[in-house]
C-alpha cells in the first residue's frame, strides 16, 4: 500500500472483477483514431494510458443506433438496429471481430487495466446530416430546435429498437472481449431526455410521473441484462444535476439511481448538459472549482448500495484521495489530466509526485483546428494522439552541450527535456526567474492550474540537472 495514497492506490472489487486502483479513464476517443475501426494511433492511444497504470480505460461515446443515433466521430465500433428490420440500403452492422477494436481491448488488459466502452444515443440533438436518409431526429416529444431542426416523437415501436440497439451492442461488447461497458444516462443525450420534465412532455406510459420517465432507461437496461446476464460489467452515467431550468434534479436523480441501484454495477455522477455549455459541470473549465460534483456523489454513496464514481476536475492526487477517504465517492475518474499525463498512476505508486504534469484545462483536447491533421492538441503533453509515432524515437546519441535560451513555457521544457536525454544543458533566462509569460498566474486566483503547471516544469528543470543562469542575457 502507497502510504501517501493509501485509498486511491488501493483495489477495490466492482461486480466480479478486481481494479487494482481508483483511477479510472473516463469515456473519450480522440479524433483521428478510426471510424469504425481504430487505427495504429487509436491503439497507441488507448495502450499508452492503460501502460500508465490507470485501473480502467475507456473508449468513448459510441453510437449504438446508425439509423437515427450516429453522429460525425461516432466512436469506435458502429451498431444499428436488426439489419432484417432496416431499409435495403441501410449501413450494416459491424463485424463482432473488429481487429483494430479486439487489439485495443487485448492491449488494455495486457497492462492490467479494464477495457471499457460507452454507448450513448443523442436523440433529440442528432444532426440530420449525419441520420440515415437525413431524417429528423427522434426523442421523447415532438419539438422544434432553435436551429429549426424538428424532432419527431419517438414510437413505442423506436422506443423497443433503440432497446435491441443497445442490447445488440453490448453484446458485440462482450465479443470483443471488454470488461465493462458504460452506459450514457447523462449529459442531454436520449435516456437523460426521457428522464428531463423539461424535455419529456408525453402523456403516455413513457412520460409523466418520474416512474413513468424512467421506464425507457430502466428497459434498455434489463434489456441488455437478458442479452447478455453478467458477462459483463455495467456501469450508468449520469447527471447529478442538469442544471437546468425545469431539467432533473438532484432529488429525482437520487430517486431514479434507487430505481436501478440492482441493475448496474457503478454509477458515474457528473452534472449539467452538453447544450447548456456555461453551465455545464460535464468537463469543467478553469471557472469551475476542482471536483465540482463531489457533493452529488457523497449524495449518491448515502443512498446507493452501487459503488460510486465522481466525475468533474480532478487533477490533483490529494484531493482525489480526500474524496474517497472522506466517503464522496469509491473511485476518481480522469479524462483530461490522463490526456495531460497519461503515466500519472505510474507516477504515484514509484513516488514521483512531483513529476506529474497537471492537466491546465486549456479545453485544447475538445477543439477542432481545421488547419491541422485530425487529432487533438494537448498544450501540455505533446506527444498526445502521436504515441505511435512517439515509441520510434530515440535520444541523440552521445553528450552535448547544449544552451537553452530563454526560461519561459519552451524553453524549461526543452532544457529539461534534453537534460533527461543525457546532455549537458545550460538554460540563461535574462530576468530574475523562470516562468516566461506564465509569471502572471502569481496575481491571477483563476489561474491556478497554469500555475501549477509552471512551478511543474520549474521543479522538472531542478530535478533534470539543468544549469541555470538568471539575469543572463544571451549574447553573440
Keep these: 500500500m502507497n502510504k501517501n495514497y493509501p485509498n486511491l492506490l488501493s483495489p477495490i472489487k466492482i461486480g466480479n472483477r478486481i481494479y487494482k486502483n481508483r483511477i479510472i479513464m473516463g469515456p473519450f476517443t480522440p479524433p483521428g483514431a478510426g471510424q469504425d475501426v481504430l487505427n495504429a494511433m487509436g491503439m497507441a492511444w488507448f495502450e499508452e494510458r492503460a501502460r500508465g497504470g490507470a485501473a480502467q480505460i475507456t473508449m468513448g461515446e459510441t453510437a449504438v443506433d446508425r439509423l437515427f443515433g450516429d453522429r460525425k466521430n461516432g466512436g469506435p465500433v458502429f451498431i444499428h438496429p436488426d439489419p432484417a428490420a432496416a431499409p435495403d440500403d441501410a449501413p450494416l452492422q459491424m463485424s463482432p471481430h473488429s481487429i483494430g477494436n479486439r487489439e485495443a481491448v487485448m492491449a488494455i488488459q495486457r497492462h492490467g487495466a479494464k477495457a471499457a466502452i460507452e454507448f450513448a444515443h443523442l436523440g433529440m440533438w442528432n444532426d440530420p446530416a449525419t441520420i440515415f436518409g437525413h431524417r429528423n431526429p427522434i426523442g421523447p416529444s415532438d419539438f422544434d430546435r432553435a436551429d429549426g431542426v424538428h424532432v419527431d416523437a419517438m414510437t413505442e415501436e423506436q422506443i423497443d429498437a433503440v432497446c435491441e440497439a443497445y442490447a445488440d451492442s453490448v453484446s458485440k461488447a462482450v465479443g470483443l472481449g471488454f470488461d465493462s461497458v458504460v452506459v450514457h444516462g447523462g449529459h442531454g443525450w436520449l435516456q437523460a431526455q426521457f428522464l428531463s420534465p423539461a424535455l419529456n412532455r408525453r402523456t403516455d406510459r413513457f412520460g409523466g410521473s418520474l416512474e413513468n420517465r424512467a421506464r425507457f432507461p430502466i428497459m434498455i437496461l434489463d434489456r441488455i441484462r437478458e442479452r447478455v446476464g453478467n458477462s459483463i460489467l455495467l456501469e450508468y452515467r449520469i447527471s447529478g444535476d442538469e442544471l437546468a431550468e425545469g431539467g432533473l434534479r438532484e432529488d429525482e436523480t437520487m430517486e431514479f439511481l434507487q430505481m436501478i441501484d440492482d441493475k448496474v454495477n457503478l454509477v458515474h455522477i457528473s452534472a449539467g448538459r452538453y447544450q447548456d455549455p456555461v453551465r455545464t459541470r460535464t468537463f469543467p473549465s478553469i471557472y469551475e472549482k476542482h471536483a465540482c460534483n463531489r457533493g452529488l456523489s457523497a449524495h449518491a454513496k448515502r443512498v446507493l448500495k452501487t459503488p460510486v464514481a465522481v466525475v468533474g476536475a480532478i487533477t490533483d492526487p490529494e484531493t482525489a484521495e480526500e474524496l474517497i477517504s472522506n466517503g464522496e465517492a469509491d473511485l476518481v475518474v480522469m479524462v483530461k489530466q490522463l490526456i495531460a499525463d497519461p503515466w500519472y498512476v505510474r507516477k504515484l505508486q514509484d513516488g514521483r509526485r512531483d513529476e506529474i504534469r497537471p492537466c491546465i484545462r486549456c479545453y485544447g483536447c475538445m477543439t477542432a483546428f481545421p ?106
Design 371 to 476: 488547419e491541422l491533421p485530425p487529432n487533438l492538441i494537448c498544450s501540455v503533453n505533446p506527444t498526445a494522439t502521436r504515441e505511435y509515432l512517439a515509441a520510434n524515437w530515440r535520444p541523440i546519441p552521445g553528450k552535448r552541450r547544449i544552451l537553452v535560451v530563454g526560461g519561459g513555457v519552451a524553453g524549461m521544457r526543452a532544457a529539461s527535456t534534453a537534460a533527461e536525454n543525457g546532455h549537458e544543458v545550460t538554460l540563461v533566462e535574462k530576468t530574475d526567474s523562470l516562468g516566461g509569460i506564465l509569471k502572471f498566474t502569481d496575481y491571477d486566483p483563476v489561474k491556478e492550474d497554469m500555475r501549477r503547471f509552471r512551478d511543474h516544469l520549474k521543479s522538472m528543470v531542478e530535478r533534470s540537472g539543468v544549469k541555470v543562469l538568471l539575469n543572463t542575457e544571451a549574447t553573440p
